[in-house]
């Protein structure tokens, strides 16, 4: 039986997170609708629009600097972008595409391949997420986080899901090819934990630069390697029989 409390922010979540769905598609319903001249303006708009949030935040930035910075009129902006959350998640939804799965990804039917996924998924996260734009709206998210939480929630639930859905299908697939066993989820985190350790962390507060692609690629290379290694092959006893040891040489890195 579900606790009350749980239950009750279950429920919450889900409607904070309907009511996104239900403004990111009119957002997106206003860009494919644009012509020429209109995807022009929209995008000076929303250039206009996040550097106006880095400035000064989600909460002290007014639609008038936005119009003023973009020069357009407040009618026209509210015609073209609609209103300032429909602005924030059209510029957080313009980066997250960018951590999708690519289209030309292989499917992994052998664990040789899954490795290269992994790998070279783990090394397009670590680039994209990396980028000093991106750290940027996280920073965003944290300083807004008593006074303008909606950030938040709009980047948990079109940026970072983004990653977590393609991550989760990368593993749903070696699941059907039997390559993996377990929860795709669990199986998405475990990778996601072993490919940032507390990266994410250091670049949010600024203490280390952002790997070159050198480290980039070493690292998704690792991260693969020691999640596979985790994770042997479903019907494979003996390998199991060595996972103890994988994990004492990852806590001692």
């Known amino acids: 039986m579900v606790p009350p409390r749980q239950e009750k922010q279950t429920s919450r ?3 904070v997170k309907k009511r996104i769905t239900v403004t990111a598609a009119r ?31 989600y909460a002290g930035t007014s639609t ?6 973009a020069r357009v009129s ?10 300032k959350q429909e602005m924030l998640i059209a510029c957080i939804r ?6 999708q799965v690519p289209a030309d990804m292989p499917v992994p039917h052998d664990r040789g391949t899954l490795a290269r996924v992994l790998a070279s998924f783990g090394a397009q996260l670590v680039r994209e997420v990396s980028d000093p734009t991106v750290i940027a709206v996280f920073r965003l998210a944290i300083a807004e986080a008593v006074h303008a939480p909606e950030v938040a ?6 940026g970072r899901e983004t990653s977590r859905a393609a991550l989760r299908q990368v593993m749903a697939g070696a699941r059907s090819s039997g390559l993996l066993a377990g929860s795709p989820a669990r199986l998405a985190e475990q990778f996601s934990g072993l490919l940032w350790a507390d990266l994410i962390v250091s670049l949010l507060l600024g203490v280390v630069e952002r790997p070159n692609p050198r480290d980039v690629t070493a690292r998704a290379r690792e991260a693969a390697a020691a999640f596979l290694a985790l994770h042997p092959p479903p019907n494979d ?12 040489r990852l806590r001692a890195r």
Request: no cysteine.
């Open 153 to 158: 929630r709009v980047l948990d639930f079109i």
């Open 13 to 15: 979540r889900a409607i």
């Open 64 to 69: 008038l600097e936005i119009a003023t910075r």
């Open 74 to 83: 407040k009618r026209e902006l509210y015609a073209v972008v609609g209103n």
């Open 237 to 248: 006893a003996a390998s199991r029989l060595h996972r103890p040891t994988v994990l004492r």
């Open 27 to 57: 957002s997106r319903q206003r860009q494919d609708d644009g012509d020429i001249e209109t995807v022009a303006v929209r995008g000076r708009i929303l250039d206009a629009a996040f550097a106006a949030f880095m400035k000064r935040g």
């Open 94 to 99: 313009e980066r997250a595409r960018r951590l």
